[in-house]
């Protein structure tokens, strides 16, 4: 290796999961690492590695960027397993449940997305957003106009992010703007996938909104591409809202259960996630664990939307993975910290408050793992590619004061997450590139 690869060397304290550090106050022995004095040497993108600075400096080729993050916490950059990005504009829209929430806000939003020049200009703003709060690989929604895929992806490719993202299929229950033709909807995901696919960062999934909004000749014919391409992801929503699951039990009275809807068209995956599955009982969490699936959760957007309190620990229990997700116009912030704060609450609320420990493995490695991007991404470690969160401990007087407070690392993790914003992300990183540099945007 010589220098006329791109190296560069990140020094300060960092932070990384190896591993699950489990539910307990104390981690799991060898599940995490923490380095006062560390580094993260990174070439062409990649890690190449990450270790004391102490024992790095003697090996650095001459003349390397050294960039000094000594008063900062270095973290893999954050994942968000289910967002939409479609949504950022109806955040926050003044209380409804989800039907009413999705015809009165949601959809009308969506429907502009028919425009090219809006539906790229959402996704730069969106992608803006994420790098500001630290998020580097997120699952996104798009609307049901494939130009709002191509752009998408187009503004994800020039920042060299991993992203995964689908065209939302629906051909029935929306307004005739988002409706498909049911299997002109696949075509156009047949033509999205061969277009990005698997190409850079990129990666697609099959998105039929949810099963209300699709026939059951589109869900099977979906199940039909999913099983000729296993590598492609699928994401949809389930058991969300009591309504939601009344309506599903009134349009598919052969199903035994709402999940059964997706088992009968063959979308219970080893990729597929499923957002919320918050009304589901234990043998529904066996079935999805059985099949591999991932249900997203979405506290912020759970609480907002008043659908109730995803009871994590029972899908642990059940060997059903979860991820974590900001859930974004649903979700009343797009931040990890944000989500990570709703999911202490609700957590709190069901006796099974998170540590910070599990917060941050969730926000990364665990969200790496439930998209089976867990051998690239979610980890800072030789031969991960170069996606980094910084994190300033100072980046409010409260926090300075909270944390001059904490003699523990695990207490400094944990007010971290309960008290972290935007603000708190100084820079983000990805591919080995400085994406986001929170003091060049205040200015
Ligand atoms: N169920 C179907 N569509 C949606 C959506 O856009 N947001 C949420 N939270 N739930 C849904
Ligand atoms: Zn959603």
Redesign the pocket.
Same mark, same amino acid.
Request: contains cysteine; aromatic residues 12%.
């Given at each position: 290796m010589t220098m006329q690869n791109d190296h560069r060397l990140l020094r300060g304290p960092l932070f990384t999961c190896l591993d699950d550090p489990g539910e307990d106050a104390v981690p799991l022995a060898g599940a995490t690492r923490y380095l006062e004095d560390g580094a993260i040497w990174i070439v062409d993108g990649h890690i190449h590695a990450v270790e004391p600075f102490d024992a790095l400096v003697d090996r650095l080729p001459p003349g390397i960027e050294i960039v000094d993050y000594r008063d900062k916490l270095m973290m893999p950059g954050f994942i968000d397993s289910h967002v !939409?990005y479609v949504?950022l504009d109806i955040m926050a829209s003044y209380g409804r449940e /989800?039907l009413d929430w /999705?015809n009165d806000y949601?959809f009308p939003a969506e429907c502009r997305f028919a425009d090219a020049e809006h539906a790229r200009a959402g996704a730069e703003r969106f992608l803006d957003e994420m790098l500001r709060v630290g998020t580097t690989t997120a699952q996104v *929604?798009c609307s049901s106009h494939p130009i709002s895929v191509d752009s998408f992806f187009a503004a994800a490719q020039s920042r060299q992010l991993r992203m995964i993202a689908g065209k939302v299929l629906m051909d029935r229950h929306a307004p005739d703007a988002l409706t498909d033709d049911t299997l002109g909807g696949v075509r156009d995901s047949e033509r999205l996938i061969a277009d990005w696919h698997g190409r850079d960062r990129l990666d697609y999934t099959l998105t039929p909104? *949810?099963a209300p909004t699709s026939t059951r000749e589109q869900l099977d014919a979906v199940g039909g591409v999913l099983r000729n391409a296993p590598d492609l992801y699928l994401q949809t929503?389930l058991s @969300?809202n009591r309504g @939601?699951i009344a309506w599903v039990a009134e349009l598919f009275p052969e199903s035994r259960d709402y999940l059964d809807v997706y088992e009968r068209h063959g979308l219970v995956g080893p990729r597929s996630t499923f957002? !919320?599955g918050i009304h589901l009982n234990g043998e529904q969490r066996r079935r999805l664990a059985q099949g591999g699936a991932n249900i997203a959760f979405?506290p912020t957007?759970n609480l907002f /939307?008043g659908s109730g309190l995803m009871d994590r620990l029972a899908c642990r229990e059940a060997g059903l993975m979860t991820s974590l997700a900001s859930?974004v116009g649903?979700g009343t912030s797009l931040s990890g910290l944000g989500t990570l704060q709703g999911a202490y609450q609700v957590g709190a609320l069901l006796g099974q408050a998170l540590t910070g420990w599990q917060g941050f493995y969730r926000l990364t490695l665990g969200n790496a793992r439930a998209l089976h991007l867990d051998d690239r991404i979610g980890s800072l470690q030789p031969g991960f590619e170069a996606d980094i969160a910084v994190l300033d401990p100072r980046s409010t007087p409260l926090m300075a004061r909270r944390l001059s407070q904490a003699t523990t690392l695990s207490e400094r993790l944990f007010a971290m997450m309960m008290l972290g914003d935007d603000r708190t992300v100084a820079a983000t990183w990805a591919n080995g590139r400085l994406v986001h540099q929170r003091d060049a945007t205040a200015a």
């Open positions: !939409h949504q /989800l /999705l949601t *929604f909104r *949810f929503h @969300e @939601e957002a !919320h979405c957007s /939307l859930d649903g």
